[in-house]
């Protein structure tokens, strides 16, 4: 058996992770363009015929602005809630084969075992995906502006987690976002801050847990290299200083890392 995960794309201008399992490959979230897309599948070494499905967070334009596109030119299926199908209806021209999810079912996609769980965004039916082969598991968590005690049980016994850690609250509050925009990020419907991100990973870090990924890092109000001490030395402290992190980014595609072990393969 066999899992691995590659981040295409992580951060506002785009989102992608591009999952590897034993029958064939899954994207979770589409929001490049299809250009851009099939250059970071070249670029990691997979084929557009591995895919065998996109999966949807929520219906913002980074996350879900190639889908359509993807799943017509190669005719697979992309699973998403009704809320999320509808909030970007105008995506959809009707001949893609949309399947409407819910929190807390599970299905399968290329050999590997999928759940989804909702969260708190400023979207319709926003839904986090994990995925698991075996005894290897891990989950996909960002856009989101507090992870409430359903967060915190689904990112649980995992050995992979790919998690947001958007922004610095002080780096955000003098930047030059107007007031409008400083308040959806901070609010508990917007996005996690390096600080909720590191106290979430010293509340679901176990034995399991070998790697992490920081996501979804704003480019205006955030720095890798902050993100990656204030995770590094949370988890540290919480005795998990042997867990790899790593900064997900925008434009590179990451290296591929094997879910069982947490490390790059």
């Given at each position: 058996m066999s899992l691995k995960a590659c981040v295409l794309a992580s951060g506002s201008s785009g989102n992608a992770?591009?999952?590897?399992?034993?029958?064939g490959a899954v994207l979770l979230d589409a929001g490049l363009t299809l250009k851009d897309?099939?250059?970071?599948?070249?670029?990691?070494?997979?084929?557009?015929?591995?895919?065998?499905?996109?999966?949807?967070?929520?219906?913002?334009?980074?996350?879900?602005?190639?889908?359509?596109h993807l799943a017509r030119r190669l005719d697979i299926p992309?699973?998403?809630?009704?809320?999320?199908?509808?909030?970007?209806?105008?995506?959809?021209?009707?001949?893609?084969?949309?399947?409407?999810?819910?929190?807390?079912?599970?299905?399968?996609v290329a050999g590997i075992d999928m759940d989804c769980w909702a969260c708190s965004h400023d979207t319709r039916e926003p839904l986090q995906f994990g995925f698991r082969v075996g005894e290897a598991s891990a989950a996909l968590c960002t856009d989101m502006g507090e992870a409430d005690p359903v967060v915190r049980q689904a990112l649980r016994h995992r050995t992979l987690l790919f998690v947001e850690s958007?922004?610095?609250?002080?780096?955000?509050?003098?930047?030059?976002?107007?007031?409008?925009?400083?308040?959806?990020?901070?609010?508990?419907q917007g996005h996690l801050s390096n600080a909720q991100c590191a106290t979430l990973l010293q509340d679901v870090a176990g034995p399991r847990l070998q790697?992490?990924?920081l996501s979804h890092l704003s480019r205006e109000n955030n720095r890798p290299e902050l993100?990656?001490?204030?995770?590094?030395?949370?988890?540290?402290?919480?005795?998990?200083?042997?867990?790899?992190?790593?900064?997900?980014?925008?434009l590179t595609p990451g290296p591929w890392l094997d879910v069982f072990s947490g490390h790059t393969c």
């Amino acid at each position: 058996m066999s899992l691995k995960a590659c981040v295409l794309a992580s951060g506002s201008s785009g989102n992608a992770l591009l999952v590897k399992g034993p029958e064939g490959a899954v994207l979770l979230d589409a929001g490049l363009t299809l250009k851009d897309l099939g250059r970071r599948l070249n670029a990691v070494g997979c084929d557009p015929d591995e895919l065998r499905g996109v999966l949807v967070t929520h219906g913002h334009g980074d996350h879900v602005s190639g889908a359509g596109h993807l799943a017509r030119r190669l005719d697979i299926p992309v699973w998403l809630s009704r809320g999320t199908a509808e909030e970007s209806a105008q995506r959809w021209r009707g001949s893609e084969d949309l399947r409407v999810v819910k929190a807390g079912e599970c299905f399968t996609v290329a050999g590997i075992d999928m759940d989804c769980w909702a969260c708190s965004h400023d979207t319709r039916e926003p839904l986090q995906f994990g995925f698991r082969v075996g005894e290897a598991s891990a989950a996909l968590c960002t856009d989101m502006g507090e992870a409430d005690p359903v967060v915190r049980q689904a990112l649980r016994h995992r050995t992979l987690l790919f998690v947001e850690s958007n922004h610095d609250p002080e780096i955000l509050r003098r930047g030059a976002y107007p007031p409008h925009l400083k308040r959806r990020i901070l609010g508990s419907q917007g996005h996690l801050s390096n600080a909720q991100c590191a106290t979430l990973l010293q509340d679901v870090a176990g034995p399991r847990l070998q790697g992490v990924v920081l996501s979804h890092l704003s480019r205006e109000n955030n720095r890798p290299e902050l993100a990656l001490d204030v995770a590094s030395q949370a988890l540290a402290e919480s005795g998990f200083g042997h867990v790899k992190v790593w900064v997900g980014d925008p434009l590179t595609p990451g290296p591929w890392l094997d879910v069982f072990s947490g490390h790059t393969c």
